[in-house]
């Protein structure tokens, strides 16, 4: 059985948008490929068309497949699901970083929605390193995360559903 995957009520609706999109671009690219045969245009030029279309379409087919297959096995994390007293795929956090003096507000989001949803609260996907670090944590914890950049050390000030 596929594994399932928490998924906030916004993220969801941003990936069945996604879905719809690339359903439209795959009918689009099979309408194009259609025509080009169909025209009239001398046989280099259709060739090059149908070429062009038929390597677009694998890509689509593929994400369509991924769109699919997430929104299959996703759960949706609904508001009231949420602990304000534990981090959870959905809460927004506010984190302190003691060695820069600043607060950072995050929201915990899966993995297959980090890229859907781009407006609003910064998103750490739960399975990055912060995400993995995080989830779980308690108001008033400490934790330490190993980044490219070097450790970064967070406090949890805040927890709120989403």
């Known amino acids: 059985m596929p594994e399932e995957v928490q998924i906030t009520q916004e993220g969801y609706a941003q990936l069945e948008q996604a879905l719809d999109k690339e359903r439209q671009r795959r009918d689009e690219t099979i309408a194009r490929m259609a025509d080009a045969m169909d025209d009239a245009m001398d046989l280099e030029d259709r060739s090059l068309n149908a070429a062009q279309s038929q390597l677009e379409l694998p890509s689509i087919e593929t994400r369509i497949l991924e769109l699919e297959d997430a929104l299959t096995r996703a759960i949706i994390v609904a508001p ?53 670090a995080l989830q779980g944590r308690h108001r008033g914890e400490t934790f330490t995360v190993q980044l490219e950049s070097g450790q970064v050390r967070y406090t949890v000030s805040r927890i709120a559903p989403a």
């Open 80 to 132: 009231g699901d949420l602990s304000s007293d534990e981090v959870m795929v959905g809460s927004v956090v506010v984190l302190f970083d003691p060695d820069h003096d600043r607060e950072l507000k995050v929201q915990l989001v899966s993995a297959i929605e980090i890229s859907t949803l781009s407006e609003g609260v910064t998103q750490v996907s739960d399975d990055s390193p912060v995400g993995q």
